[in-house]
């Protein structure tokens, strides 16, 4: 086994290192100026969609364009966004901060390539649902099915680790100072997620559509007050943010000091892993949405990574950095809560993040399970979506115990290398985009 661990942190160096980071935000960069700064000129079009608003007309799918976009939120928004970005800040010094921002505002355009493109070649599996992602623009519009199918099964194995069992020991290690055993949580958290997951992608999206906007508008209160509180240092942290992103930062305290390199690597590591822009996760959960054309439905995309990154990441970056607490030697969600425990009266800080990192790993793990099945359905079709249900479930468990360092090791590489062959899949596709994009536009302009 060790050989195995030593081999995949080898891989692991590499898939998560400089070359894959420059590789994604180059496409992000490639990608918004390919679209004309889709993000940009298109930003209020996507929140009429959001909101109801886009006078769309029917089309093929099976949920609705919120609930597709909400349970994408599920499995994004997660304990990433409270643990992930504090580490980032802890590691890099707050210039990793910028550079998250601007990977989010690139992000932005990727996220609606990728689920466009998506939709333009989604295919409906043998019970009649319609699936879509880079395997079926692979096999369909490349002629690659053997890279669709390298994706799909980077995608069905990494799914159980970094969106089951990870996101289960995670909610278990929050909850048991409070006296619950994580064999407890571990029966508790397989039992809810039995009952939404086993219902399939309409119930998924039904319980995301409620659990999402609920949980988040929780966190960023909480976030909002600490901010408000602190609202005098507000000017000195962005100040502080933007000198550090380019001249680094010293040691200071328990900060150990950052070069210019380690936050500009930190940040848009951090960016890139918690909106998941480019490695084709969303698309699959987009691809069964109703809607009238790929476009369209894409603009929802440029919602999402606005959400997770430009908002929810911006936040806690925001209550680390305004309460002085990013230089105190502490790292990860201990950071995190501190700085809400001294922005919110009582224990009500430690409490919120307590309850957003049980709500956020909950999402991911119900989100994530239908990206899981999608690869295992183009694998192995539509008849063995119970039997990988019946698992995901069981993982949860075995997750919440501990145990299988190994598992979600190997997961977080699997996890990278999704990014390969979605890229092929998108880049490949700019030109059908731009088409794509210029008849929509051009009526729904």
Not at 35 to 61: C, H, N, P, W, Y
Not at 267 to 284: H, N
């Amino acid at each position: 086994m060790n050989w195995l661990l030593d081999f995949n942190s080898s891989v692991n160096s590499v898939v998560w290192g400089t070359p894959m980071i420059v590789i994604l935000i180059g496409s992000g960069v490639f990608l918004t100026i390919a679209t004309k700064g889709v993000q940009f000129r298109r930003f209020s079009f996507a929140i009429r969609q959001v909101l109801g608003r886009g006078g769309a007309e029917g089309g093929d799918g099976t949920v609705a364009p919120f609930k597709a976009l909400a349970t994408s939120l599920s499995a994004t928004v997660g304990v990433g966004n409270i643990a992930g970005v504090s580490i980032a800040i802890a590691t890099g010094g707050p210039g990793a901060v910028f550079w998250m921002f601007v990977t989010g505002v690139v992000g932005m355009a990727t996220k609606f390539a990728e689920i466009a493109v998506a939709l333009e070649y989604r295919q409906k599996d043998e019970s009649g649902s319609p699936r879509g992602g880079a395997m079926y623009v692979l096999s369909k519009g490349f002629r690659l099915p053997w890279l669709g199918v390298l994706f799909a099964i980077f995608c069905a194995l990494a799914a159980f680790g970094i969106g089951n069992m990870t996101q289960a020991n995670t909610v278990a290690t929050v909850l048991a100072p409070y006296g619950i055993p994580k064999w407890v949580t571990g029966l508790g958290l397989a039992a809810v997620t039995a009952l939404v997951v086993l219902g399939g992608i309409r119930r998924i999206a039904d319980v995301a559509a409620v659990l999402v906007p609920f949980m988040c508008a929780v966190y960023v209160a909480g976030a909002v007050f600490v901010l408000l509180t602190h609202l005098s240092a507000l000017p000195g942290a962005i100040e502080l943010v933007l000198r550090s992103a380019f001249t680094g930062h010293a040691a200071l305290g328990g900060f150990v000091g950052a070069s210019v390199r380690s936050a500009m690597q930190t940040g848009i590591a951090r960016g890139l892993f918690s909106s998941e822009a480019g490695l084709g996760s969303a698309p699959m959960v987009h691809a069964a949405a109703v809607t009238d054309h790929p476009v369209r439905q894409g603009t929802f995309g440029i919602f999402g990574v606005f959400v997770d990154t430009i908002v929810v990441c911006m936040l806690t970056a925001g209550t680390v950095i305004s309460t002085g607490l990013w230089s105190s030697g502490m790292t990860g969600a201990e950071l995190t809560s501190r700085a809400f425990a001294q922005g919110l009266p009582g224990e009500w800080g430690g409490q919120i993040v307590t309850i957003s990192v049980a709500l956020f790993g909950f999402s991911t793990i119900i989100g994530w399970s239908y990206y899981g099945e999608t690869g295992f359905t183009y694998l192995f079709g539509a008849r063995t979506n119970l039997a990988y249900r019946v698992a995901w479930v069981g993982a949860v468990f075995v997750g919440a115990v501990g145990g299988l360092e190994a598992v979600w090791s190997i997961s977080d590489t699997l996890n990278a290398l999704m990014a390969v062959p979605n890229l092929v899949a998108v880049l490949g596709s700019v030109g059908l985009l731009r088409r794509r994009m210029s008849e929509f536009f051009r009526l729904h302009g």
